[in-house]
């Protein structure tokens, strides 16, 4: 909420301005509120944009992340299948490692 809308509406609803609107006060009301409009507007506009963007990234990674598991797994199988006797993979890999 605009500042200048906000300290309007506070006084309006606290009574310190007259009940009755004229139509000057309806004018400036309506102009804050519509400036209001199109600042939300363009926020909305921006998070929009956001969220288009992580979207995005999330599905980059993603594809990414499944590449890598892909990889993976063949090359523990191709090991699997070639050194089938002498270790298991999954479980001897990090001591061959270190």
């Known amino acids: 909420m605009s500042h200048s809308f906000a ?7 606290a009574g310190v301005m007259s009940s009755v609107l004229t139509k000057d006060e309806l004018q400036l009301f309506l102009a804050m509120v519509m400036r209001e409009n199109e ?4 926020e909305n506009r ?3 944009l956001i969220v288009a963007d992580s979207t ?3 599905k980059k ?6 590449e890598y598991q892909r990889m993976f797994n063949e090359i523990t199988e191709a090991l699997r299948t070639r050194y089938a006797a002498e270790f298991t993979v ?8 270190s």
């Not at 990674?61 to 499944?66: F, H, V």
């Not at 999954?90 to 490692?97: K, T």
């Open 7 to 13: 300290i309007f509406w506070k006084k309006y609803r």
């Open 39 to 42: 600042e939300l507007k363009e």
């Open 90 to 97: 999954v479980e001897d890999i990090p001591i061959h490692l």
């Open 56 to 58: 995005e990234q999330i």
């Open 61 to 66: 990674a993603t594809y990414i992340t499944e």
């Open 46 to 48: 921006k998070l929009l």
